[in-house]
């Protein structure tokens, strides 16, 4: 299913006077009015239009550049502070545009223990929390009476505060941490512990958040889990990502947590949640098998592992490779996913293994032992492989992998190599587009050519501008 989006509207405010964004709130019916500071006065405008319906020019920001200044709403309602009396809260109505009264939210007891606002938020139309560096009071709009305190801790900083839906659960960052406090029974605690700081947070409802840090990934956390208080990982790098045959529920992601350091993650797409995640994988790249299993590189070794539970099924009977600096996927599975391809340990031959017994089913041999395979490359029936070595260049040997036989040899003469950095397969597999370069006086692609693969000749060259435009748009591929 896919989702399109719109812009409803766009205008343009400038608000130069303010560090960041200026403070700014929604109010009245759905939100159709904004409402925000400017350096001179508090400014009512359509949502939808941004037709300017008021100005409070005897409200101003707070601080050298606002830095100080607080605003929130609920429906019509809205409180803020002001340059004039800081320590007080002017309650606006925003549909008759009139300031009604002010109320005193900050004493001289406040001032003596070291507070000072840092925080406004609408628990309902007559109520609303006062965040004070770390405390929370609680008054009433209509009168400015004190219902209640809640007490946090002497290093809080309670700022980028979240009330979720039900207006019961007030969370703000602590640190590497969030702080939750249970508006009703008062109760405070520090949960979902991060990597690095915790910058922003968004109570989405009363069991699920989000937050963003200093590692710029933002998180969802699901607070009726019981590890809610476990220290979260580091973040990876995505580096692979991988659909499962006959299961479109799941997803696999390889993820780089730092050097030779990696993780495979097997997601839920229907809630966006990891089923299962595997860490102290050294290697970028599997394949995937089957619904139930896929092959992983562990060193020199290629391990067949079952997806639900990571448990190693079996391990194919042969060495590969072991040198993987290039981090180059060098594990296809072929022959109606029955068999694994993959170099042999010296790199002279391509070998088959039986993917459920493990054994050596059939060599390749390149014809040429005394130089290494460069690369290989599989077509996607898995059935058509095609391969090059160090010497000579211009050559690249394509086989046919249910039968084990050579199908043929492209050879561009006169040519310095050809490379395999822009070359694949069409989707059918019928032909194979291969690009060469000329001397070696410079690494642009000279000439392009398709061939046949069924017919075992060249169908067409491509000049080197089609070629180029080719390659841009459809076969690239890195291997």
């Not at 602590?174 to 109760?187: N, P, R, T, Y």
């Not at 937050?211 to 790098?237: A, K, M």
């Not at 490379?419 to 000329?438: E, N």
Request: aromatic residues 8%.
């Amino acid at each position: 299913m896919s989702v399109t989006y719109s812009l409803l509207s766009y205008y343009r405010v400038e608000t130069k006077y303010f560090e960041s964004f200026p403070p700014l709130t929604l109010a009245g019916e759905n939100g159709s009015k904004v409402v925000f500071f400017k350096e001179k006065g508090l400014h009512v405008i359509v949502t939808s239009t941004g037709k300017v319906l008021h100005q409070f020019l005897s409200i101003n920001p707070v601080g050298s550049a606002g830095q100080n200044s607080l605003l929130t709403s609920c429906n019509d309602i809205v409180l803020c502070n002001s340059k004039q009396n800081e320590n007080s809260l002017k309650v606006i109505d925003a549909r008759d545009f009139k300031i009604l009264h002010s109320i005193t939210v900050f004493n001289k007891k406040d001032e003596e223990d070291l507070l000072h606002l840092t925080q406004i938020a609408m628990k309902s139309e007559n109520e609303v929390l006062v965040a004070k560096k770390m405390k929370v009071d609680l008054f009433t709009v209509d009168k400015g009476e004190l219902l209640r305190t809640y007490k946090c801790k002497v290093d809080d900083w309670v700022g980028n505060a979240s009330l979720d839906p039900t207006k019961n659960m007030l969370v703000f960052p602590k640190h590497d941490k969030v702080a939750l406090i249970d508006l009703d029974s008062g109760e405070r605690r520090d949960v979902l512990p991060h990597p690095n700081y915790v910058s922003k947070i968004f109570s989405v409802d009363c069991d699920v958040i989000l937050t963003s840090g200093g590692d710029n990934v933002v998180r969802v956390w699901d607070l009726t889990r019981e590890d809610v208080r476990r220290q979260v990982e580091q973040p990876e790098t995505l580096v692979n990502i991988y659909s499962i045959p006959g299961d479109s529920r799941h997803l696999v992601t390889v993820g780089r947590l730092g050097i030779d350091n990696y993780c495979v993650t097997i997601w839920d797409l229907s809630t966006v949640l990891p089923v299962r995640k595997v860490t102290g994988i050294t290697t970028s790249y599997l394949q995937i098998i089957n619904d139930r299993r896929a092959a992983i590189r562990v060193n020199d070794s290629v391990a067949i592992v079952d997806l639900n539970t990571w448990k190693v099924v079996n391990v194919l009977k042969g060495k590969i490779s072991a040198d993987d600096l290039l981090k180059v996927e060098d594990i296809c599975v072929v022959n109606d996913r029955t068999e694994i391809l993959t170099y042999s340990q010296d790199r002279k031959n391509l070998t088959l293994y039986d993917i459920e017994t493990g054994d050596q089913v059939a060599m390749l041999k390149s014809g040429q032992s005394q130089h290494d395979i460069r690369s290989f490359l599989v077509n996607a029936e898995g059935t058509v492989a095609v391969w090059n070595v160090a010497r000579p260049c211009d050559q690249l040997h394509v086989w046919d992998l249910e039968t084990r036989e050579q199908i043929f040899v492209i050879q561009r003469e006169g040519c310095e190599r050809l490379t395999r950095t822009h070359a694949g397969f069409t989707p059918d597999g019928q032909y194979f587009v291969s690009c060469a370069k000329k001397t070696k006086k410079t690494d642009s692609i000279q000439f392009s050519a398709v061939w046949d693969v069924q017919r075992s000749k060249c169908n067409c060259s491509l000049d080197r501008q089609i070629g180029k435009k080719l390659f841009c748009s459809c076969f690239r591929f890195s291997l």
